[in-house]
């Protein structure tokens, strides 16, 4: 008998990226105002989000954010 593959649902991430000239020292003010670029990406969770952002478009990832469904 062969193990059952446990199949997670997906959620919206939006990453956070670090350009190539940033300032470290500067980044989270960045963030905060809106001036660091994103990408949004589905994965099961926070961490293969982050990869999944990396992967995708080659930068570093400052931080991932949940993207909740909008409800009505």
């Known amino acids: 008998m062969q193990p059952a593959h446990h199949v997670q ?9 670090i350009p190539a000239n940033a300032d470290a020292t500067a980044l989270e003010g960045l963030a905060e105002d809106g001036l660091l670029p994103t990408i949004r ?6 961490t ?23 409800t009505v």
Not at 50 to 70: D, F, M, N, T
Request: aromatic share 2%; no cysteine; proline share 3%.
């Open 9 to 17: 649902e997906l959620k919206s991430y939006r990453a956070i990226l």
């Open 48 to 70: 293969h989000a982050e990869a999944q952002a990396h992967i995708a478009s080659g930068k570093g990832v400052l931080r991932v954010e949940r993207i909740e469904p909008l």
């Open 41 to 46: 990406v589905k994965a099961a969770n926070a």
